[in-house]
């Protein structure tokens, strides 16, 4: 089944400055890869999301881009603020598989002010 | 709308007693899915189900059971529950629409068996 490696598992960074969050995924079949934001006691919500067909997609101070031949994808949030503080979870999927997510382990990002 | 809805939020189980999560959507969505997050380790799936009287099992399904007898429930069953099992359980559901690959979560339950 996929693997998905996320790195790394907790993140300081200054207000203001750039986060960069990476995954490795094992199987080349997956397609589709979101990204969620987990504030802490609260759900998992989807914030931006890439498919294999596309090498990079932003959204505002939010991007993410794919490098399928190396299996890897990152988030990049530029422009830090302290309520981008919380844990972030990447994750693969093939189109067709009812969206049978796999999980990275998680990223701890702290904005400090 | 209330999205997707789990109950009971918190639970007290001993080893060896049973309970049941319920989880309920009002999006008319097809997927649901029961994801366990322990520290560490990411969102993990339990069971799966593509559509009303179907379930399937995902990468964690060992000492878990599952029932969609309508559309918009999907039920997580621990016939016989074990410290192992001591987690924060989510239920999320997802439109089967080939344009959107978003997964709604619930707020959780937290489980701890003693």
């Known amino acids: 089944g996929e693997n998905v490696e996320q790195h790394p598992s907790t993140l300081s960074v200054q207000e203001g400055d750039s986060a960069v969050i990476k995954c490795t995924y094992s199987?080349?079949?997956?397609?589709?890869f979101p990204w969620y934001k987990q504030e802490l006691g609260k759900r998992p919500q989807l914030i931006i999301d890439?498919?294999?067909?596309?090498g990079e997609k932003k959204d505002q101070r939010i991007a993410v881009t794919l490098n399928k031949t190396a299996k890897h994808f990152s988030l990049h949030i530029t422009e830090t603020q302290p309520e981008d503080s919380a844990v972030y979870f990447c994750?693969?999927?093939?189109?067709?598989?009812?969206?049978?997510?796999?999980f990275g382990s998680g990223t701890q990002l702290t904005v400090l002010p | 709308n209330a999205g997707v809805t789990q109950t009971p939020k918190f639970r007290v189980l001993k080893t060896g007693q049973s309970m049941t999560l319920l989880c309920a959507q009002d999006?008319?969505?097809?997927?649901m899915y029961w994801y366990r997050q322990d520290p560490g380790m990411g969102l993990r799936l339990i069971h799966y189900?593509?559509?009303?009287?179907?379930?399937a099992k995902g990468e964690v399904p060992d000492g878990y059971n599952v029932s969609r007898l309508k559309k918009q429930n999907f039920l997580l069953g621990l016939e016989s529950a074990a410290p192992s099992q001591t987690s924060v359980y989510f239920c999320?559901?997802?439109?089967?629409?080939?344009?959107?690959?978003?997964?709604?979560f619930g707020e959780g339950s937290r489980l701890t068996v003693l």
């Open positions: 999006m008319n969505h097809e997927y």
């Open positions: 994750a693969a999927s093939i189109t067709g598989s009812a969206r049978q997510l796999t």
């Open positions: 199987d080349s079949a997956s397609n589709y």
């Open positions: 189900s593509v559509g009303e009287g179907t379930t």
């Open positions: 890439i498919r294999s067909n596309v």
């Open positions: 999320a559901s997802s439109s089967r629409r080939a344009d959107t690959g978003e997964l709604f």
